[in-house]
């Protein structure tokens, strides 16, 4: 199956390392610079869609729709996550990712407005996974 889902897995793992480093050269970089907003716009994106893919990928493989003797590249490759059912699931995952987040965000915020953002954030994120 890791043949046929390469493609969102390649990207999914490209997000990984992508919101790793950014973290990293954002808390850590010694010049504070635009680069700061770069990481920062990198940190966001990549938090987006590396758990999107992990949706995709999870939706595609639940869904049963994996066609191991296909004979095409895009029956191959791409129809089997590429799909309304995989792409819902990943956008589940990435509200389920995002209320986790912002529930352990509300702990660590020590201004009691950012607590209150995170709480926001959390109940949005929560409506969100339910619909």
């Known amino acids: 199956m890791s043949i046929h ?11 990984i390392i ?3 480093t950014a973290f990293v050269f954002r808390h850590n970089d010694a010049v504070i ?3 700061q907003d770069v990481y ?26 994996i066609d191991l003797e296909a004979t095409d590249f895009m029956t ?7 799909n309304w ?19 352990y965000l509300i702990g660590e915020a020590d201004d009691e407005h950012d607590r209150g953002q995170f ?8 409506s969100a996974a339910v619909v």
Do not use: E, Q
């Not at 889902?5 to 997000?15: A, D, F, K, S």
């Not at 191959?76 to 590429?82: C, K």
């Not at 059912?85 to 529930?103: D, E, K, N, P, Q």
């Open 40 to 65: 920062n716009k990198i940190f966001a994106w990549s938090s987006f869609f590396t758990p999107l893919f992990l949706g995709i990928i999870t939706g595609s493989i639940i869904s049963g729709h």
């Open 76 to 82: 191959a490759y791409i129809y089997n996550w590429f």
């Open 119 to 126: 709480i926001r954030k959390a109940k949005f994120m929560n």
């Open 18 to 20: 992508a919101r790793g």
């Open 33 to 35: 610079d635009n680069m």
């Open 85 to 103: 059912f995989s792409i819902t699931v990943g956008l589940f995952t990435v509200a389920l990712c995002g209320f986790l987040a912002a529930i």
């Open 5 to 15: 889902l390469h493609i969102p897995l390649l990207i999914m793992l490209i997000g």
